[in-house]
């Protein structure tokens, strides 16, 4: 009874029964593709954030070298006036500017999308020519540049 009860137990496990998944497992494939990106931002952009964050607690003296002063740099900065100015230019120029430059590039986009539009495929180039001509005059001048002719 045994043998039999063992041959019934090994019938209903078919190979891929015993086969064990592990769907908690990491796919770490994406991440490989994101590496590049992160070490050039990293280099480029957090590096240089830190090192600027660091040399701010310094300050640089014409006889003496650099030495170092702490939040000194700080507090004479936000206690000063210019300071507070330039800031409040600053937030009332995003405060005018992003709202009024989205409401026309969502309009430009939504009137070239509707198709009921006279001419779109001239403002479809003009939208594209700001970023095509620099391209092209830059490779004219660098031709003429290291030409034979006129390099």
Known sequence: MSQQAAVAADALHTPADRVRVNRHRADWRGWKFMWPFALVFVFVFVIPILYAVYISF??????????????????RLFHDPQFWGSVWRVALFT???????????????LALDSMKLHGAKFFRITTFLPYAVPAVVSTLVWGFMYGAKYG
């Open 95 to 109: 405060m005018v500017q992003v709202p009024i430059m989205l409401f026309l590039s969502a309009a430009m986009a």
């Open 58 to 75: 310094f300050q640089k003296q014409m006889i003496g070298g650099t030495r170092f002063v702490g939040v000194s740099n700080y507090i």
